[in-house]
Nanobody, 126 residues
């Protein structure tokens, strides 16, 4: 079992930045693929970004490429999402997720992940 706790959400103006953190409860988290998904009101949950266990591979949704950066610090059992040039359409609840058995080519699918955080709200005002 892995418990994930997100932090760093909040209210920001359009064009601003936020950094989300996802802290894992388990030291073996360093062997897990990590990812962020988001869900806006009235919409389905969607993929944002993923990072391989080593941090050597990353994958981004087209809507955030060039603006968001996913990273990890395995010594701290933490995955980060740096969000820049935020837009009103980035407003959503952001969820951290992880799993040990993700097929990298499918890392954008939420069905690949068993462990989820409770979510953190990001609101971008225009």
């Amino acid at each position: 079992q892995v418990q994930l706790v997100e932090s760093g959400g909040g209210l920001v103006q359009a064009g601003g930045s936020l950094r989300l953190s996802c802290a894992a409860s388990r030291r073996t988290f360093s062997t897990y693929t990590g990812a962020w998904f988001r869900q806006a009101p009235g919409k389905d949950r969607e993929f944002v970004a993923a990072i391989s266990w080593s941090g050597g591979f990353t994958n981004y949704a087209d809507s955030v490429k060039g603006r968001f950066t996913i990273s990890r610090d395995n010594a701290k059992n933490t995955v980060y999402l740096e969000m820049n040039s935020l837009k009103s359409e980035d407003t959503a609840v952001y969820y951290c997720t992880a799993d040990r058995s993700v097929s990298w080519g499918q890392s954008h699918r939420d069905s690949e992940y068993d462990y989820w955080g409770q979510g953190t709200q990001v609101t971008v005002s225009s």
